[in-house]
């Protein structure tokens, strides 16, 4: 059966071997492949497709073209995953070479869309799931088994910061003072994020990433996990790069995360695990590390890879970073570094996320 018209392919050949994969696989599920059709895409060279089953149901196509994609991490995240008992795609099917997957559908519900829907009640119900889920995620998936987030991998997230935000997206060159200023707030928050206790770490829990699913939630674009800060997915599901909270929710949010990851001996004896103030300020400086490594991926996926509506989202992140740089004197500097950015209005008045 010829695929329909509605996906597209801008390589003949990458089409015709996903006719040839997922000829015998319509078969045995009953796949019914004139109804294929996009299902949502990725930041990355990653997209997804739809495809309806006889009988009801629909299953979903990771279509990650290499040498840009490797589905082996997928792959291998998934299992420890299904291994822990989490609820995430089951894989039904993989090619690692050519790069497809066919995999279980967890719906069509993203968080971010039922928590933009939702009264607060149904917000704060689902959070609490995430929340639940996450403290699962980092007791019972196997850190030993994942890459390290290392000293290394901290650093070339931060150095994004300013490759593609300052000098790429603003025209902001550097002295050497400013040099300097960040070199020293680099290494405050890798000090920080490699003094906490480990544990497997998502890297994007996040409402676009989660599915309101049975049991919830469902758990999506897992295959860059790796072990370290026990605060950053938390950090992550709290301050998100499409949705924003008040501090007074945020904080009550973190207080049930920290209560469940302690009955859950995620801090053994870390300062973190007796104090929620300690561990509120290892949050606030984690985030900020993803904060301003997020400005830097969304500025390079906007003048690199032609994707600029993650620009839109930069303000936000902004915010983020000056609530944090104020809050704390050791980060002040970076107030300084992100003015011309900024504007003197909002680093004078803290930050605004509405």
Sequence with gaps: MPLPDRVTWADPARRDAF??????????????????????????????????????????????????????????VAALIERAGLHSPRVLAADQALGFVLLADLGQTPYLQALSAADAAGADRLMRDAIGALVRWQRDVDATALPPYDAALLRRELALFPEWCVQREYGITWGERERASWDRLTALLVASALAQPVVAVHRDWMPRNLMVAQPNPGILDFQDAVRGPVTYDIASLLRDAFVSWDEEREIDWAVR????????????????GQDFGECWRALEWMGLQRHLKVLGVFCRLKHRDGKPAYAADLPRFFAYAVRVATRYRPLEPLL???????????????????
């Design 19 to 76: 006719a040839a994969w997922i000829a015998p696989l319509a078969a045995r599920h009953g796949l019914r492949l004139d109804t294929l059709r996009p299902a949502s895409a990725d930041a990355s060279f990653r997209r997804y497709l739809r495809v309806d089953a006889d009988g009801g149901g629909s299953l979903i196509v990771m279509d990650a073209p290499p040498p840009q994609e490797d589905v082996r991490p997928f792959l291998h």
């Design 257 to 272: 995360w920290w209560q469940q990851a302690r009955d859950a001996g995620l801090f053994g004896e870390h300062p973190i």
């Design 336 to 354: 300084a570094l992100l003015e011309p950015m900024v504007g003197e209005g909002m680093v004078a008045t803290g930050y605004s996320l509405r």
